[in-house]
Structure formats: C-alpha cells, structure tokens
C-alpha cells in the first residue's frame, strides 16, 4: 500500500515537474511579475493619455469628465505659451547638446593623456553627472545671482551683471549651462571607452606622414569615434527635451517656467496644466504632442544617422 | 591654429587643470560656504570663523528633518532595486532562454516601452496613484517602478550569452528551468545585475520628478525633494542651504567612490551598447 502511494506521489511530481518544467509555463510564470506591472502601470496609463486628451477632464470630477473631440488640441495650439514652450525646449537643446558634446570629447582626450592625476580628475568631470539636478541647481543658483565672482567673471564675456535665474533674458541660457555641466560628464565616459579603442598604430602612422596634433584630432580621432557622437547627441537631445528638475527648482514658487515663463518648456507646459492646475484632459493633450514632438526628433535624428553611415 | 594645436598636445597640464578648477569650483564653493556665517558668504575667512550650526538645524528641527528624509529615500530606493533585482532577470531569462509562444510580443512590449520618455504616463500614474491612496507613500513611490525595460533589455543580452551547457548541465543534475535559473544562471549574472543596481540607485536616489509629484507631506519627503523645499523656504540662508546640498548629497558620493570601477563601466556599456 505504501509502495503504491509512493508510486502514485512520484508520478503526480513528474506530471507537475513536466508542467512546471515546460518553457511555455516557465516562460509565462517569469515574465507575468513584469507584465502584471506593465499592464497597470505602463499600458493603461498609456492608453489613459491618449484617452483623456479628447476629454473635458478635471481631477476633482473625473467621473463627468465628456468627450470633446480635438477640443483640448485646439486650445494648446490656439495658445501662444505653447509655442514658446516648444521654442524654448529647442532652444536649450540646440545650445546644450553641441556644446556638451564637445565639453564632452575634449574632457575625454584630456583624461585619455599619459599623466599623472588623471584618475581624479576623471572623478572631478563626473561627479556632477551622478549629484542630483536639484542640488546643482540650488549651488548654480547662489553662484550665478547679482555681483557674485562668478557673474562678474561672465561680465567680461560681455554679459549682464543679473542675478541670471530671475532675468528673462538670462534664465533659459542658465538651465542650458546647468544641463552643460551635469551632462557633459556622461558624454566624457562614453567617449572615454571609445577613444581607448582606437588603434595606436593609426596615430603613429599619421605622425610618420606628418600629420599634426591637430590634423590627427580632426582625421583620425573624429571620424573613429563618430557612432558614439551619434549615439551621444541622440541622448543628450532627448534628454534635453525632457527637463523637469532643474526648471521646477528655480521656479521656486512661482508658475513652473518664471521668470514670466521664460524657462516654460512643454514639459513644464503639460506639468503646469495636468498636474498643477490638475487639467487632466488639456494637460494630456500637451503629453500627447510633447510624444509627438519626440517621436519625430528621434526619426529625423534616425533618418540623418542611416543617411551619413 | 597655434592655439588649436596646444589643445591636443599630450602631456598637457595646463587644460586639464584649468578645466578641473572649473568644475571642481562649485563643489568647493559649497563646501566652504556650508561652514560660514551668513555675514561671511562670498568672503574668504579664517578657519576660526567656521561654524556647525548650519549642519545642526538639520539634524533638531522637526519641519526639515534631513534623517527622516534619508529614511525615506533609503527604503524608496531600497524596495526599487529589490523589485528590480527579482522581476527584470526572471522576465529577461525567459526572453533570452526559453521559447514559447508569446515571447516576441513580449520582447516587443520591452523594447516600445523603453522608448517612450516616462512624462507620456505621468498624468494617469498620478491619477492611479491618488485613486489607491497611494499619495504620500512607500506604496506610490515603489510599486510603479520595480521593473524598468531598459535593464530587462541589458540583462536579456547577457543571458543570451549565457552558454545552453550551463543550464542543460543543471537539469542533468535534477533541477528544473526555475531552480536552473536562480541556482546556476542568476548566480552567474553577478556583474550585469550589478551594473544595474547601481544605475537604479542613483536614478531612484536622484529622482525628482515623481517623488516631487507623488509627496506633499514634508514627513514623506525624499532627500532631494526635501532639499528644494529647504531651499526655497530659507532662500536668502545660502551657508544653511549649502549645508543642506553638503548633507543630501554625501551619500550619493559615498555610493560612487565605493562602486566607482563598476559604475563607470556600467555608464560606458550602456554607451557602447547604444
């Protein structure tokens, strides 16, 4: 009897094990923690977007909030904050993501140099890359207000003696400089892995034919490490695009994008609206364009990297 | 041309150092200035006129409480990397290492998902999260972040690389696909779960949109959070602010000295990968 019960236990295991065992069940069984997650919290909040941007939504009363069709959409592009909001999110990226890559490829050649030291400053152009947006913003605010040694030094480039942040003219270069030097750290690293890759012999042999320092930089160096430029900006710009950190904290408490919205960018333009004034219905709209807006950057950006390779 | 050329001579000090004091200066100056007095701030004084009190509002005022605040992120980012740490390798085996049907939708769902910037969803999740009840904690700030596509993606590289011997050997040895997988193939991806954690720390640790988003009570506040509220409440205090960047900072500094190699190479593959 025993012996039978043992049977029948022993193949009631090697009929679970086989399930158990199968890739379909495992398969399923592994992946279902990821998708439960995604479904609730990535495809219905998704979907939700899309969803709520042709309604009249409110937070307060989102059970009454009605279909208005493109209504949402015609008011953002109706609104002429809008436009400036798009300008001055091209704008930080058309001057930060040049010159970070840039900063970026200079402070690696520098690092890659046979000296002694380089490993702390390879630590020094890093650090700011992994100290938070907020705590660079709150320093960069101190350091940029009116009179300080700093704005007086960028007197002699000929700009104002302002306290930067709270100067309509000033503000969106301060949010490019602080991108710059967050940003720039990471675009070193990267380029740092790619520079150690280039072959010695490809520089000795420019040396041979003559090539100066800089004509080995310009033919050699450049050209080799030229994919990860590519991937470098693409990076930089979509990361442009998206900031958030650095705008809210010299708003301080005033509307995201002071002073007078001359830092509102569209992503502080959905902020505001969706979160802030809890517009949910107009606020996604503006999500929806910001996609939009992103989507056809990372295309054109796409369609440039096929055509040059 | 002259001038370009002195630019890409090796051996020079002169560049590099310039460019270090460049971006070594505000750390310096926050540094400094989180010693001073208020009547000192952008002077240079003596030793003698250094001070502590600027650290030690922070640590016996209940209203900026920065240990509270560093409770607060340590558990956040504690039961992110956690989640992160079971859910994306178990998903990224399956992707990487067994076949069945539905695995390319999922492999799909990961690579779209990865592509679109996380403020496309941040209304709805804002809305879930107040629907729950979620605002104001561990809940909300955790649960919408324990898997990210982008490392489900890295780990699914590496176990592809992961030779079938391994995992055929297990079996032989009476374990099945799930205790070949946490027994031998987990153990093996030390090094890319790593490189991950680190990364999800300093982006969790740094975060401050969402906790921004999903926190109003300051007894809830992260670290960074906290910190632009201190600053915006004592905006005219800059040694107490810069006491207050000194303070929220140091851990994640201590974090990047300690994982330094790792960290840079994570920074670099992710680049590489790319």
């Known amino acids: ?309 | 041309m002259k001038a370009k050329k002195g630019i890409f001579l090796f051996g020079n000090y002169t560049l590099i150092i310039i460019v270090g004091l460049l971006f070594a200066l505000p750390f310096l100056y926050t540094l400094y200035t989180s010693f001073v007095t208020m009547q000192d701030v952008n002077k240079i004084v003596g030793i003698s006129h250094w001070t502590f009190s600027n650290y030690k509002t922070f640590f016996t005022n209940d209203a900026y409480n920065v240990p509270k605040w560093l409770l607060n992120t340590v558990i956040m980012t504690g039961i992110v990397i956690v989640g992160n740490l079971i859910i994306n390798p178990m998903a990224a085996f399956a992707l990487a290492k067994l076949d069945f049907a539905g695995k390319k939708l999922i492999y799909w769902i990961v690579v779209a998902t990865m592509m679109v910037p996380y403020h496309m969803i941040l209304i709805p999740v804002y809305v879930n999260v107040a629907h729950l009840g979620w605002l104001n904690s561990f809940a909300g700030l955790t649960v919408p972040f324990l898997y990210q596509c982008l490392y489900i993606f890295m780990l699914r590289q590496f176990f592809i690389s992961v030779p079938n011997e391994f995992i055929e050997a297990a079996r032989l040895d009476g374990l099945t696909k799930v205790g070949a997988f946490w027994r031998i193939v987990y153990p093996l991806a030390k090094s890319p779960l790593i490189t991950m954690s680190i990364l999800a720390f300093s982006g969790t640790w740094n975060s401050y949109l969402i906790p921004s988003t999903l926190t109003s009570d300051p007894a809830k506040y992260v670290l960074v959070v906290g910190l632009n509220s201190v600053k915006d409440m004592f905006f005219e205090n800059t040694p107490l602010i810069m006491a207050g960047v000194v303070l929220t900072t140091i851990p994640i500094l201590v974090f990047f000295f300690i994982f330094q190699k790792q960290y840079i190479e994570g920074v670099s593959s992710s680049g590489v990968k790319g």
């Open chain 1, 1 to 309: 009897m025993a012996a039978y019960e043992n049977k029948v236990n022993r193949k009631k295991q090697s009929w679970i094990r086989t399930i158990v065992d199968s890739d379909f069940a495992v398969g399923w069984l592994f992946a279902l923690p990821f998708l439960v997650l995604w479904v609730w919290w990535f495809l219905y909040p998704f979907l939700q977007s899309f969803i709520r941007s042709f309604q009249d939504a409110n937070f307060a009363s989102l059970d009454q909030a009605k279909f208005i069709g493109f209504q949402n959409y015609v008011n953002i592009l109706k609104d002429h904050e809008f436009y400036r909001a798009v300008l001055h999110s091209l704008e930080i990226v058309v001057i930060a993501v040049p010159v970070q890559t840039i900063l970026g490829l200079l402070m690696a050649i520098l690092v890659n140099q046979k000296i002694k030291g380089k490993g702390i400053f390879r630590t020094v152009f890093f650090i700011p890359y992994i100290t938070s947006q907020i705590a660079v913003t709150t320093v960069f605010m101190m350091l940029f207000k009116q009179g300080t040694f700093v704005t007086k030094f960028f007197g002699l480039f000929g700009f104002g003696n302002v306290t930067w942040y709270a100067d309509t003219h000033y503000a969106l270069l301060f949010v490019a400089i602080l991108f710059i030097f967050q940003q720039c750290g990471f675009s070193m690293i990267v380029y740092l892995s790619a520079l150690q890759e280039v072959p010695k012999d490809l520089y000795e042999a420019g040396q041979m034919d003559g090539a100066s320092k800089w004509e080995q930089f310009r033919y050699i160096t450049v050209p080799y490490v030229k994919p990860i430029t590519f991937f470098v900006v693409s990076v930089s710009t979509i990361l442009g695009f998206q900031i958030y950190d650095q705008i809210a904290a010299i708003s301080r408490y005033g509307a995201l994008g002071s002073p007078a919205g001359a830092t509102n960018t569209v992503v502080t333009y959905f902020y505001q609206n969706g979160i802030r004034y809890m517009n949910i219905g107009y606020g996604s709209a503006a999500v929806v364009l910001f996609f939009f807006i992103i989507m056809i950057i990372t295309f054109l950006q796409k369609k440039l990297l096929d055509d040059k390779e």
